[in-house]
């Protein structure tokens, strides 16, 4: 089964990155819009927030959801990436070559 990435912004930079990191990954299909994830940038972790996806875990995403992820029991980190079990998740494409390559050495576990 692939990672599924959730891209919310319409970074064209973000998404050539990791289209150029994980080209050679049959495993991983990058969606342009929404679907099932286990990975985000940005602002996507309060949408993963909302889904309950990231209850209990550690989370790195832009400041301005914060408390919406404090209140669905998220622990906001305030890092540039976190990684914790299969939730790869970044503070903006800012950190895009990171967050490519946490998911490379994911799949290589």
């Known amino acids: ?12 930079g973000f998404r050539e990155t990791l289209r150029c990191l994980l080209a050679q990954r049959d495993e991983v299909v990058i969606l342009g819009e929404a679907g099932n994830d286990e990975g985000a940038p940005g602002l ?8 309950g996806v990231v209850k209990g875990k550690r989370v790195a995403a832009d400041i301005s959801v ?8 998220a622990q906001f980190t305030a890092q ?4 914790e079990d299969k939730l790869v998740t970044a503070a903006g494409s800012r950190f895009a070559e990171h967050f490519g390559n ?7 576990r």
Request: glycine share 6%; hydrophobic share 55%.
């Open 1 to 12: 089964m692939g990672i599924r990435l959730l891209l919310v912004d319409d970074d064209h």
């Open 44 to 51: 996507a972790p309060a949408i993963l927030a909302n889904g």
């Open 66 to 73: 914060a408390a919406l992820l404090r209140r669905k029991e």
């Open 80 to 83: 540039p990436l976190e990684v």
């Open 102 to 108: 946490a998911i490379l050495k994911a799949l290589d």
